[in-house]
């Protein structure tokens, strides 16, 4: 584990980030009030089967593109950082400029 960087996340059998208990609980809020949210306008959601559908899909996808957004978001940043450290003649080196991408 290097300096500055999260605690290691717990994985599950598919290699993906398990939630915590908080996580969880706030991704199941914020599915039960999308789906009341746009139930209230659209009638058709309101159905014993789509609702159970929608809060596992909104859980189940939602941390995954968050995921996905900050992973990107990092790379990215660390490819703005190496670039200005470059251009700048390695004024601006640190460490994080120097850590590739996969090694996060």
Known sequence: MTAGRAAEVEL???RARRLGPAETVV????AGV???GLSIFHKFLLNWLIGPLWLVAFV?????????V????ADRS?????????ISGG????A????????W
């Open 78 to 86: 660390v490819e703005i950082r190496s670039y200005a450290a470059t």
């Open 34 to 36: 999308s789906y009341v």
């Open 27 to 30: 991704w199941y809020g914020l």
């Open 96 to 103: 994080a400029a120097t850590t590739p991408a996969w090694a």
């Open 70 to 73: 900050r992973r990107r978001r």
């Open 60 to 68: 189940w996808l939602g941390p995954e593109v968050v995921d996905r």
């Open 12 to 14: 599950d059998h598919r």
């Open 91 to 94: 004024k601006y080196l640190d």
